[in-house]
């Protein structure tokens, strides 16, 4: 028997390592929350490769478990998002590194933010089954958002960067009412990744685009590294026939 090449032998070592990595991942939160202020330099450079090695881990973890567990839109559309996702994040990241500063919002690189949307949603509607509520179910998580979206229009004009937020709140407005007409919450792993990586996205696009944004808009960053280790956690949950 060869145990260490064995399926169930790789699920324990991912698990490990996922684990790890929303543990590293809480701390990046943590020390957010302790500063509540500009955070240095070292932490940008940390943060910013813990993000791409979450990513790439959801998007390794999701293409394991379709392999494991066979044909599954979750997992395919799950696998595409993680990938696109860090594809765009290391564009931006390269272009930081290469030219010593960082690209204004919004970016090439947002264009990839806003199809993982588009991935996370199809995956919900198609790996998930709907359950009986009403699309009315979903206004009071749809209305606010788009609310406040349309209210940073209007306070502060209409532009590149406060369009392209109204943008990213609509599609989190989209990604949490499909989690919530496809019953996520019976996934608690996978609702908690997709709620965390729309607060995510939310909170940076508040950072890019409000004059003197407050201190927990630092906090995307750790968040976009939770929400990526959810979401390989929840995958492999998926492939092990558990509730993700």
């Keep these: 028997m060869n145990v260490a090449g064995s399926p169930r032998f790789a699920d324990t070592l991912l698990r ?26 070292a932490y940008t450079d940390i943060g910013n490769a813990t993000q791409l090695v979450a990513s790439g881990a959801a998007a390794a973890t999701a ?27 290391a564009f931006w990241y390269a272009y930081f590194i290469l030219i ?27 790996g998930l089954a709907r359950n009986r509520l ?3 179910a979903a206004v009071p998580i749809a209305l606010p958002l788009l609310g406040a979206g349309l209210g940073l229009v209007a306070v502060l004009g209409a532009n590149a960067k406060t369009l392209t937020t109204l943008v990213v709140f609509t599609l989190s407005a989209a990604l949490l009412s499909s989690a919530l007409l496809r019953s996520a919450h019976r996934h608690p792993v996978l609702f908690a990744a997709t709620v965390v990586f729309s607060l995510t996205h939310i909170l940076n696009s508040l950072d890019s685009t409000l004059p003197d944004p407050p ?6 960053g750790a968040l976009a590294a939770i929400s990526f280790s959810l979401f390989a956690i929840a995958y492999l949950r998926h492939a092990g026939g558990e509730p993700a």
Excluded at 64 to 73: E, F, K, N, Q, T
Excluded at 116 to 125: D, N, R, T
């Design 100 to 126: 010593g500063e960082g690209l204004n919002y919004p970016t090439v690189a947002d264009l990839g933010f806003a199809g993982v949307f588009l991935f996370l949603i199809a995956g919900l509607q198609e």
């Design 16 to 41: 490990g390592a996922v684990l790890a990595l929303f543990v590293v991942s809480l701390g990046l939160l943590g020390a957010v929350v302790l500063v509540r202020g500009t955070m240095p330099a």
């Design 134 to 136: 009403s699309v009315l």
């Design 63 to 89: 293409a394991w478990s379709y392999y494991r567990r066979g044909p599954d839109m979750l997992l395919v559309h799950g696998a595409f998002a993680a990938g696109t996702w860090t594809l765009a994040n």
């Design 215 to 220: 201190w927990v808009t630092n906090a995307a």
